[in-house]
């Protein structure tokens, strides 16, 4: 402060790294970040002592260790013999299994709900709409409530099933079908198959550079469909037609044999479809409502078939519009899947947040794998419909 | 009228159209031979833009007949289809795909519509790019463009199919005043090649220069109807003096 000179000099450089707001704003992330991870160290010892000093266990030592219950749906090998550690596989399956049926039947249905809430057709349109705010405006649970206790469980029991041919039955206890016994030369067929889809993937490459050749298209779908069916049924014909069918009997109390679905799974299916497909239908509608109609117009005046203009002008401005909160509703849906525990569906929070809790006394370890888990299944959706968004919307406006 | 000129492109008779309870259209009565060049003006809301859509059938009227090129419009999808594939159009807003590149916009039709090869499509594309002078532009999308250039990539997408006629929908009106000459001058040139053209617009100095005959419309009604001399300079009717002094007072 003595010569004015420096002094100002010295003043100002201060003074910039203070004003410089990209500094400070970095001084301010890294104080909270160290704040943040001091306070988690601070709790996660404590807890840790605490656990210590009451003698409980800790660590993820009891996932090697045999689980002794049994569960209602194993979509690989599990018995009561099992270690906790395949329980949480079974679980992990069972809860990807219900998710990915549900997202599926989710998105068909709500893309045709979506687009017959904008029919000029009155009466799909007003049901289209009825749908919409019928299922979206009541609670989760009591839509899954209601299909597992008012519809699927209210069904007759396994002596008075409903059958269908003497071959589907549907009683209280789940839905039975009969499933594909494979006999020997059941690979000619599977041969023949994958030669027909390599056919009509090259036929539909070929049409493609065809079309942009000559102009002319080409009808790929009927001649694959064609070229598929024809291949199986010769190749089955050659085999000596290869397959039997196993058809579910009535033994004992229930039905054995065959393919059999537990109520639990169709009523958590069939309520998230629904719950959510009406979510989707309002984002299908958004997007296709977000294309002007001056688009659909000059494709009009140009000469476009409807479906051409569909194809080529609607869908692909719609999707972008579609694809960023149509995964959020998949999220949201992966994460509602959760609600399983009500009715019982052995999924992740069914087994672990029962038995495996109950009888490991371990909840921090048991609900960090819950967590862990669905945090892993939400990244996995998140991460492919970003790429599936970067895909689709590559080009610019 | 001007039947020297040649056949007439677009017969207009006795035609009428309803919007629900609202008569847009009266009893609208026009013949346009081959290669004139038919300018319509009058008040918003008098139907000009519900009359030249009722030529490519984007609206269908409800009475009276309407006969392009010898095909009459009808519910017949196939005559439709024919009808808009030699009649082109440029709307007010440009109406550009904008997912699609500036040539992709261009060949979309040629190549689904006429069945063209892709590669024809892209070479004629290319010469109409030309013609308007934006060839440097078609890898471009419509929303790098200024709205000028997409006004004119909107025209050489129309002229791609080689319409026999071309309907124009004040397509200078979304334009800011420096680039609504670009626009002008395209349509000039077109014109001098002797395209049939419908021009809605209230571009009047346009209209003394190019077209043949100037329509004013009011109400759902063709007013009157002259050749542009006459009509600036001794327009018949009240109601076209009003609309005149209106519009060429600024
Ligand atoms: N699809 C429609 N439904 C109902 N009324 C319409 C529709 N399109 C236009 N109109 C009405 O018809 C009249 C004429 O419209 P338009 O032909 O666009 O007039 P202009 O182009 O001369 O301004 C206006 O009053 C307008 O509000
Ligand atoms: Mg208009």
Redesign the pocket.
Known sequence: MAVETTDDRVRNTSFVFWSSSKYRTKFYEVLVLGLLFASLYWIINNVVTNLNRLGIRTGFGFLKQEAGFDIGQTLVTYNEASSYGSAVLVALLNTVLMSLLAIVFATIIGFVVGVSRLSSNWLLSRAATAYVEIFRNMPLLLQIFFWYFAVLRALPVPRQSIAFFDTIYINNRGIYAPSPVFEPGFGIVIAALVMALGVAIALRRWARVRQSRTGQPFPVLVTSLIIIIGLLLVSAAVAGFPLSWQVPALKGFNYTGGFSVIPELVAMVVALSIYHASFVAEIVRGGVLSVRRGQVEAARAMGLRPGQIMREVIVPQALRVIIPPLSNQYLNLAKSSALAAAIAYPDLMHVLGGAVLAQTGQPIEVMTIVMGTYLAISLLIALFMNWYNRRSSLVER | MNEAQGAAMIEIRDVHKW??D?H?LKNINLTVAKGERIVIC??????????I?CINRL?AHQQGNIIVDGIELTDNLKQIDAIRSEVGMVFQDFNLFPHLTVLENLVLAPHLVRRMPRAEAEEIAMNYLGRVRIPDQANKYPGQLSGGQQQRVAIARSLCMSPKIMLF??VTSALDPEMVKEVLDVMIGLADEGMTMLV?THEMGFARTVANRVIF?DL?QIIEENEPRAFFEAPQHERTRNFLEQILSH
């Open positions: 919007f629900g609202f847009v009058g008040p918003s809301g008098s139907g000009k833009s519900t009359l859509r609206e929908d004040e809605v419309m759902g």
